[in-house]
């Protein structure tokens, strides 16, 4: 099971950290102040991915993925459209345009909060 963990602050790179000791593939997206040149392409991570990890909160501005470690803003319109329907996500304080995003796209989203 690949994992795609999209934006957050610190928490998510020790999430990281935790879940590859279990064996778990990860990647990083939305973190190039914290670790520059090691993140996949975006429709490379999007495809790879089984689960897309969303932080807590989703957003705080109601149109970007909160990603304070991150100099690039990036559009929570994206998601949805980026996410192929075949795969979860997990988010915290999902937006509910977010939500009827996905949900008329018919991905499978839980809101962990």
């Not at 994206?78 to 009827?100: D, V």
Request: a positive charge; charged letters at 20%.
């Amino acid at each position: 099971m690949k994992l795609l963990i999209l934006g957050g602050d610190i928490r998510q790179l020790y999430m990281n950290r935790a879940l590859q000791k279990k064996g778990y593939r990860t990647a990083l997206l939305l973190f190039n102040k914290q670790k520059p040149g090691d993140a996949p392409s975006l429709k490379e991570a999007f495809d790879d991915c089984d689960v897309l990890l969303l932080p807590l909160p989703v957003t705080r501005d109601g149109k970007t993925v909160n990603a304070p470690l991150c100099d690039t803003p990036f559009p929570l319109s994206a998601i949805s459209s980026l996410l192929p329907n075949n795969k979860l996500i997990l988010g915290g304080m999902i937006p509910f345009a977010l939500h009827e995003q996905l949900a008329e796209k018919g991905i499978v989203h839980k809101d962990y909060y």
